[in-house]
């Protein structure tokens, strides 16, 4: 599914939590009509307006991106690459504020990681095809 289309469907889910699509826009600090066309998919919702509207809304940074709600592995392990499918929050938190850090910062982390696994054994068990034995 393409990202607009997501989008569409996650702010379609959200503005189910309001008595209207007029206190929804509101909320949006748009007008009702933009709002409609937004959801009708007769304009799509950009990148910029999808930031500003998780900001306004409370949500994390890239939350509309993401369809939660698609078929996902049993365990993020179990896929055949060593990319996995982000299913939590938390996990897209994580990706945000690892990308904000410099390259040192990235890698002080990952051995923390990497440290905190090694002395939590199951963790260590499912880390070690990824990363290996290193560190």
């Not at 949006?28 to 930031?51: D, F, M, P, V």
């Not at 592995?73 to 990319?83: M, Q, R, V």
Request: glycine content about 2%.
């Amino acid at each position: 599914m393409e990202v607009t289309e997501i989008r569409r469907k996650k702010l379609a889910q959200l503005s189910g939590n309001y008595k209207s699509r007029t206190e929804f826009a509101k909320k949006l600090e748009i007008e009702a009509n933009y709002l409609y066309q937004l959801q009708t998919g007769k304009r799509k919702i950009s990148e910029k307006t999808a930031r500003n509207f998780e900001n306004k809304l409370k949500l994390s940074h890239l939350w509309l991106d993401f369809d939660n709600i698609a078929e996902e592995p049993k365990s993020p392990y179990e896929s055949n690459s060593k990319s996995k499918i982000i299913h939590s929050q938390q996990e897209l938190d994580l990706l945000h504020y690892f990308d904000l850090l410099t390259s040192e910062q990235k890698e002080e982390a990952l051995s923390a990681i990497k440290a905190t696994a090694k002395t939590n054994k199951d963790l260590f068990i499912k880390l070690q095809p990824i990363y290996g034995d290193k560190k």
